[in-house]
């Protein structure tokens, strides 16, 4: 099992839509979540952290978390064609050290 | 400086040759990343820097690859005896605060070995 799950996609929804993008992580011990989005050819960019259970928002996007399920979500709202990208969920892992986990990312496609 | 600098962008190199990637933080981050980002794949992390301080340096794939950030700033990832496998994208990434999690990242070196 990987340590942080993402179905790769891609995902389409037409422009005005909500995505919906999903994680699922393995170590239960795990305090700090991140969605990073990455544009073909460029390097990730953080877009959301999330430390407690629940919704955070900020402008169209809300990162939503459930440590009992071991899930992490984005939404996005009123999407449009530049969010088109590769979306990356991180979890920074309990171990006593540093390394923060990244999935392989979900490709979404917002159709104008 | 404004952002996270790496260089070269692109590195192609034959076989068997050495590389040295490096990574220039942002001003008075105290942590560094590198990571290795194949295509498709999201990043794997390689080797951690607290200043100076290599702290977890067990995502290195193998003894051919070294990192080092002598003065707790610039940092260099060195690959030796290149080999097909290590073809990829490095990315170094840092952050004020301690530890993992939110970071910003470099544009990356593509490195391809032929």
């Known amino acids: 099992q990987k340590e942080v799950e993402q179905n790769s996609g891609p995902l389409s929804v037409p422009e005005g839509a909500i995505a919906s993008l999903n994680c699922t992580y393995s170590?239960?011990?795990?305090?700090?979540f991140f969605w990073y989005r990455q544009y073909s050819g460029k390097s990730p960019e953080l877009i959301m952290s999330?430390?407690?259970?629940g919704d955070k928002e900020d402008g169209r996007f809300t990162a939503q978390l459930n440590k009992a399920s071991q899930y992490v979500s984005l939404l996005i709202r009123d999407s449009q064609p530049s969010d088109s990208a590769t979306y990356l969920c991180?979890?920074?892992?309990?171990?006593?050290?540093?390394?923060?986990?990244f999935g392989a990312g979900t490709r979404l496609f917002v159709k104008a | 400086g404004a952002g996270v600098s790496q260089s070269p962008r692109y590195k192609v190199a034959k076989r068997g040759q050495d590389v040295a990637l490096r990574c220039d933080p942002i001003?008075?981050?105290?942590?560094l990343f590198w990571y290795q980002q194949a295509l498709g794949q999201g990043p794997e992390f390689l080797t951690y820097?607290?200043?100076?301080?290599?702290?977890?340096k067990s995502g290195l794939p193998s003894d051919r690859f070294f990192a080092e950030r002598p003065e707790g700033s610039v940092s260099t990832l060195k690959i030796q005896r290149t080999q097909q496998e290590d073809s990829a994208v490095y990315l170094c990434a840092s952050s004020f605060g301690q530890g993992g999690g939110g970071y910003t990242f470099g544009s990356g070196t593509r490195l391809t070995v032929v």
């Open positions: 991180a979890v920074a892992l309990n171990t006593g050290g540093f390394k923060t986990i």
């Open positions: 820097f607290q200043n100076e301080a290599q702290l977890d």
């Open positions: 001003s008075g981050h105290v942590s």
């Open positions: 999330i430390y407690s259970n």
């Open positions: 170590d239960r011990g795990s305090q700090s």
